[in-house]
Nanobody
Framework: QVQLVESGGGLVQAGGSLRLSCVASGNIVSINVMSWYRQAPGKQRELVAAITSAGSTNYGDSVKGRFAISGDNAKNTGYLQMNSLKPEDTAVYYC????????????????WGQGTQVTVSS
């Protein structure tokens, strides 16, 4: 079993910054991809950013140039640096990971954290 725990959310004024962290623990051989998603009230969950174990990154159009995803493979931890925050960034932010849990198989499973609230005031 694998657990993902997010932290770093909170209330910030527009134009401010926050840094989210996601720590993965449990039966982990490797984390192939770590992603951040967000879901605002009444809206569908959307991809914010993703990073592979090789360091390749992908961002949602609405956050390009403002957010930066990074990871520490040795610590099984991912980060999302959020700058120039806007009220429309308000949402619950979820960490997700594609994890390999067996040294004898290349199969992976998807795991989700519980989410952390980010609120940006105008």
């Amino acid at each position: 079993q694998v657990q993902l725990v997010e932290s770093g959310g909170g209330l910030v004024q527009a134009g401010g910054s926050l840094r989210l962290s996601c720590v993965a623990s449990g039966n982990i051989v490797s984390i192939n991809v770590m992603s951040w998603y967000r879901q605002a009230p009444g809206k569908q969950r959307e991809l914010v950013a993703a990073i592979t174990s090789a360091g390749s990154t992908n961002y949602g159009d609405s956050v390009k140039g403002r957010f930066a995803i990074s990871g520490d493979n040795a610590k099984n931890t991912g980060y999302l640096q959020m700058n120039s925050l806007k009220p429309e960034d308000t949402a619950v932010y979820y960490c997700a990971a594609v994890v390999r849990t067996s040294a004898w198989s290349l199969m992976t499973d998807n795991y989700w954290g519980q989410g952390t609230q980010v609120t940006v005031s105008s």
